[in-house]
Nanobody, 121 residues
Framework: QVQLVESGGGLVQPGGSLRLSCAASGSIFSINAMGWYRQAPGKGLELVAT???????NYADSVKGRFTISRDNAKNTVYLQMNSLKAEDPAVYSC???????????????WGQGPQVTVSS
């Protein structure tokens, strides 16, 4: 069984910064891509950023230049540094991991619970 445990959400003023972390644990053999999605109230799920095992990143246009995704492969952890937060950024941010475990053949896809990010003055 694999778990994704997130931390770092909270309340921040417009223009402020937050750093989200997501650590994967369990019977993990390898992790391919990791990423972050977000969902605001009344809106659909939006891809925020992804990073593959080689460190290649992909960002939604809405966060380019403000958010940075990174990962620590030794810790099976992905981070999302969010700077210059705007009024349109509040959402539940969920991390994802595409991985292979020791006990199941093939790729598996896991989601975290998602920390809430609130931007308000």
């Amino acid at each position: 069984q694999v778990q994704l445990v997130e931390s770092g959400g909270g309340l921040v003023q417009p223009g402020g910064s937050l750093r989200l972390s997501c650590a994967a644990s369990g019977s993990i053999f390898s992790i391919n891509a990791m990423g972050w999605y977000r969902q605001a109230p009344g809106k659909g799920l939006e891809l925020v950023a992804t990073i593959n095992a080689g460190g290649i990143t992909n960002y939604a246009d809405s966060v380019k230049g403000r958010f940075t995704i990174s990962r620590d492969n030794a810790k099976n952890t992905v981070y999302l540094q969010m700077n210059s937060l705007k009024a349109e950024d509040p959402a539940v941010y969920s991390c994802t991991a595409e991985l292979v475990t020791y006990d199941v053949v093939g790729l598996q896809y896991y989601w975290g619970q998602g920390p809430q990010v609130t931007v308000s003055s």
